[in-house]
């Protein structure tokens, strides 16, 4: 027996599969766990991105850009145009059925502080605008809702700005 023993703790055939079957699933998840990651961080960064740019067009009141004023079918109001704005910047990552702004406007600091009087829309000019935009991704892959116990992510990007003194309001 101790003979037996000895041969076999002397043999390494075989080794290399158990350290894979060991490892390798800890390898998976880390690299699917990296790609979600990697994911998630770019949707945010694009609805970051995307709050920004069309902050700044709701702040201006201003003509809509040349791509959007050229559409065969251009946006009726400054609110439908900055949700387009949103999803144009969104790189295509950006599916519309889970985008969410909201844009509440206020007369003064004080209504904006007090979260009081707020009203809805792009506001007019003068006025203080907050924009925030809700993004719902879901997992890309199934590790994280398996971890998690959920099955998508909430991106949130808020942008406060206050409209300039622009014409026509």
């Known amino acids: 027996m101790k003979r037996l023993v000895r041969r076999l703790a002397g043999n390494r055939r075989g080794a290399s599969a158990v350290e894979f079957a060991i490892l390798g699933p800890v390898y998976f998840l880390l690299a699917v766990s990296t790609l979600e990651f990697g994911l998630q961080i ?35 109001n400054r609110e439908e145009a900055i949700r387009r704005i949103v999803l144009d910047r969104g790189a295509g990552m950006l599916t ?9 406007n206020f007369r003064d600091l004080s209504g904006l ?42 991106h949130t990007a808020r942008s406060v700005v206050k409209n300039e003194p622009f014409p026509g309001s």
Do not use: C, H, K
Request: zero cysteines; aromatic letters at 10%.
């Open 42 to 76: 770019t949707v945010s960064a694009l609805l970051e991105s995307a709050a920004r740019d069309a902050s700044r067009f709701g702040v201006t009141g201003a003509a809509l850009p040349e791509w959007l004023a050229s559409d065969p079918n251009p946006p009726a």
């Open 96 to 104: 519309p059925t889970r985008l969410t702004i909201t844009m509440t």
């Open 113 to 154: 502080v007090n979260n009081q009087g707020g009203t809805a829309g792009a506001g007019g000019a003068g006025e203080l605008v907050v924009y925030t935009m809700t993004y719902v991704q879901p997992y890309f892959t199934p590790v994280l809702p398996f971890i998690t116990g959920q099955y998508q992510m909430t």
